[in-house]
């Protein structure tokens, strides 16, 4: 009898691991997301053209009377459309500046300390490692051929710690050994100079934000843009990712407005879609979106994103109602604003962030 109740406390106490892993995960994420969101809200204020002049030509009253995306590294990656929306680079139009723009500025790999070795020679602009090193320089060099190109770094280290220097790989000799840098950003090879072991890090681009930009109609210059901060965890950067699927919000999961088969106004028609009877009190409207789909479904799970484009509004999914092989039934967690027909379901997201009016 006492081994079933222990058993019975260790089964119990063993199921919490998983669940605290899992929160423990989730809470990491946020923790980096919102640190993110605090650079992209210095970038948003110190960069106003960021939100106002996206297409860089000065104009600054074009956009009033929209919804667009700003997303540079989308816009590289990707395309000029988000959906159905125009996508902006703002003048990061490079991989650099735009993930330097978007990107935490930690987000280098070095393999867990692996990719180090020692130096067989050492020049301004470029470096020769001995034979016997076990750097990959293979896979370096077919990063930087990649298309775009895999970004990596090299670290020059003085074992004493007194000295380092970080240089932009830009090429690799295989049969030399060779890895270079830019000529413009020489490091010292003085007698005096102790770098010795160096360092290569890829790239590992793991947090990045895009922003949501709902403008109302203005006419006296710039209006006032209503901003979310969209923060991604290895955001997937394709097409397949932003696809728009057929939807109903605000129509409830009988996917009728109102009440089902009933005349809320009392004018004789019953379940009328000219919006007279949507979001009827006693109706489950409010807060519902039906999303359909033909072939492979999206990625709708409880606590994932909705974003619909008409609008620029973006809704967390609070309960899946119910489902079928090619529909869904959402509870989102506010009000939807207006009905659409259009959703889109971008993977990667770990929290929208409202930015307020910019």
């Not at 996206?54 to 074009?62: K, S, T, Y």
Request: proline share 7%; hydrophobic share 40%.
């Amino acid at each position: 009898m006492s081994m079933m109740i222990l058993s019975i406390g260790v089964i119990s106490l063993a199921s919490l691991f998983p669940v605290g892993m899992l929160n423990s995960i989730r809470a990491g994420k946020l923790t980096r997301a919102t640190m993110l969101l605090n650079s992209c809200e210095a970038m948003v204020d110190l960069l106003p053209h960021l939100v106002h002049d996206p297409d860089q030509d000065g104009n600054l009253v074009e956009h009033n009377n929209s919804v667009y995306i700003i997303d540079p590294w989308g816009r590289i990656r990707i395309g000029p459309s988000f959906g159905p929306l125009a996508r902006y680079h703002a003048g990061f139009n490079n991989e650099t500046r735009a993930l330097g723009l978007v990107s935490s500025p930690d987000n280098w790999d070095d393999n867990d300390g692996v990719d180090r070795s020692e130096l067989l020679s050492l020049q301004s602009n470029s470096v020769i490692i001995p034979p016997t090193s076990t750097l990959d320089l293979v896979t370096v060099l077919a990063g930087l051929n990649s298309n775009p190109p895999t970004v990596y770094r090299v670290f020059l280290l003085d074992p004493r710690g007194r000295e380092s220097r970080v240089r932009t790989i830009t090429g690799v000799n295989l049969a030399q050994r060779r890895i270079s840098w830019s000529a413009t950003q020489p490091v010292p090879t003085t007698a005096f100079t102790q770098l010795t072991e160096l360092r290569i890090e890829r790239q590992d681009i793991k947090y990045s934000w895009l922003l949501t930009v709902r403008k109302p109609y203005f006419s006296g210059g710039a209006a006032p843009a209503s901003v979310d901060a969209v923060i991604f965890f290895r955001r997937p950067l394709s097409e397949s990712n932003e696809v728009t699927y057929a939807a109903s919000f605000g129509w409830g999961a009988d996917n009728q407005p109102g009440v089902a088969g009933f005349d809320d106004d009392g004018d004789g028609d019953v379940d009328e879609v000219d919006g007279s009877e949507t979001g009827w009190p006693g109706s489950d409207d409010l807060r519902t979106v039906r999303i359909s789909w033909t072939g492979l479904p999206p990625n709708l799970h409880q606590g994932g994103w909705i974003f619909e484009p008409t609008r620029g509004q973006w809704y967390r999914i609070e309960q899946v109602i119910a489902t079928t092989p090619s529909a869904i039934n959402l509870q989102v967690d506010r009000d939807v604003t207006g009905r659409s027909t259009i959703a889109m379901v971008p993977a990667g997201i770990v929290s929208v962030f409202p930015l307020g009016t910019r």
